[in-house]
């Protein structure tokens, strides 16, 4: 029996538990190099875990999982230009400043990325640039530093959207946004074929900025909170694996907006965080938000990985 509970302990071990946080902007748009942490398990604060190459919001984020290397992709800064196409990372478990990876395709602002893990590609879809609204999906082998390379397109030209994976099962979906409207899409991707995004079905509303977590292999796939014009605390969920309309699966305790999201994966916790709140939920059971803590520098407009498999 020992010998059992010592195989599960270092199970979970593995899995992996930490959430970090990349950049973002105040109220007043002053945008923030800042990357925090927090145990995604453990109630409690986030806290300081190092600094980004420059200030940015709006960027994608997500990781290879177990493999550690979390990635921040794209944005905005103050710069010249103002569209990003900076690709930087960081190894989870281990606090530090971040390191320059590469290039994205072209600079954009609120792409949307996710990967399929420990398999190891990480894709990034749409955003916004001086052309306009993009539908461009590009990817990375993410423990290989080096630029992007085009992927396929999204079946929208599209920003503010929350994208998410089933993990090594291979499917990546993007959940609503904004071309100029509201939208309700859900597009999808296999995340190790290149080719073109296909329809997957519609959101319970038309919803922008949403916040993504999903429990991986367990197939489930949340969409938090966000905008329809105004701020909102709804959450809406998919099986990942079936293609289909979303459906709700609860509230949290307050609406949040350009709000970051990650996840424990297999572990069933998601969190999201906005200007100083953290909340979170028990991602396989239906049901509201619950408070987790607070941010180390209030913000909004950023995005979450985690090193969960």
Not at 200 to 227: H, K, Q
Not at 235 to 240: A, G, S
Request: with cysteine; charged share 15%.
């Amino acid at each position: 029996m020992a010998e059992i509970k010592l195989i599960m302990n270092m199970s979970i071990q593995a899995i992996g538990d930490r959430g970090v946080f990349f950049g973002g902007a105040d109220g007043s748009n002053v945008r923030t190099n800042v990357i925090d942490y927090i145990e995604i398990s453990t109630l409690g604060n986030a806290t300081d875990f190092g600094d980004l190459l420059r200030t940015n919001r709006g960027s994608s984020s997500f990781s290879n999982g177990t493999n550690e290397r979390g990635v921040s992709c794209g944005g905005s800064n103050t710069g010249t230009p103002a569209w990003d196409n900076v690709i930087e990372y960081v190894t989870i478990s281990t606090p530090g400043n971040s390191t320059d990876f590469g290039d994205l395709t072209e600079g954009r602002h609120i792409p949307g990325g996710t990967s399929n893990k420990t398999n190891n590609r990480g894709i990034n879809g749409g955003g916004y640039n001086a052309s306009g609204y993009r539908n461009i999906i590009d990817y990375f082998t993410i423990s290989s530093t080096g630029n992007a390379i085009d992927f396929g397109d999204l079946t929208l030209a599209r920003r503010y959207f929350s994208a998410r994976s089933n993990s090594t099962n291979e499917r990546g979906v993007w959940m609503g946004g904004h071309n100029g409207a509201y939208l309700n899409t859900i597009d999808y991707v296999t995340i190790n074929t290149l080719g073109n995004a296909a329809d997957f079905g519609d959101m319970t509303g038309l919803i922008a900025n949403a916040a993504g977590a999903s429990n991986g292999i367990y197939e489930r796939g949340l969409g938090m909170a966000g905008t329809t014009g105004t701020a909102i605390k709804s959450i809406d969920y998919i099986t990942i694996n079936s293609t289909g309309n979303a459906a709700d699966f609860g509230d949290l305790i307050n609406d949040m907006n350009a709000a970051a999201g990650t996840d424990n994966t297999i572990l069933n916790r998601a969190v999201i965080a906005n200007v100083s709140e953290i909340e979170y939920v028990t991602i396989n059971t239906l049901g509201s938000g619950t408070d987790f803590g607070d941010l180390s520098v209030g913000r909004s407009d950023f995005d979450g990985a985690s090193n969960a498999g």
